[in-house]
């Protein structure tokens, strides 16, 4: 049923469930403001977003989610640049590459869909999928930027041992929202049942 949800969203015109696709971009949307660098996040408290945020909008939304979701990262950055102290060494050629990195996030996402059937097989096979998507994701943005920042002497031992320093920290992060995401479907799903059955029984 989940997964009918999920490939009806994506390709329906049926008003209601083009409602509930602007409702998730807006609430993804709103998360990403909130958690992503340090301008807002020092607000909230919350561990970095934006990267599982790609990957729900893989799993749930149209193609044409990456692009919004792209431009509002930049975006935010472009403000953190400009207003919100971050270096500019964390600007260069490499921030190009934030595009395939992210991308890997949301094909983990479309790859999920195919399992996201609201059991636990569903849940397992999905955050499964979050931490190999998360790998790919560290390996392309983290590389990218040792690589062709300018700011360091790339060295085989130096990128393996940066990896060790940080890769535990992203996938944390992404561990966290997973099973934020998770546990809010599995509750949806429960609430969704509970209610299918108060109907029945007024039914008979």
Known sequence: MLSHTVNAIMTTNNPGLKTLAIGWVATLSILMLATRGTHFADVTSLPEASWMIFMVAGLFLPAWSFAWFMSL???????????????????????????????????????????????????????????????????ISSGSYYLWSGNFEPTVAEFFNRELQYTPAVLASSAYWSVAFIGTTALHRIYQQTKSRKILSKEV
Request: net charge positive.
């Open 73 to 139: 990262a930049v975006g935010i950055d472009a403000y953190a640049f400009k207003f919100g102290g971050v270096p500019g060494t964390c600007l260069s050629v490499a921030y190009a590459m934030l595009i395939p990195a992210y991308f890997s996030m949301w094909v983990a996402g479309r790859l999920a869909k195919h399992y996201f059937n609201g059991l636990f097989s569903g849940f397992a096979m999905f955050f499964g999928f979050a931490m190999v998507g998360t790998l790919i994701c560290e390996l």
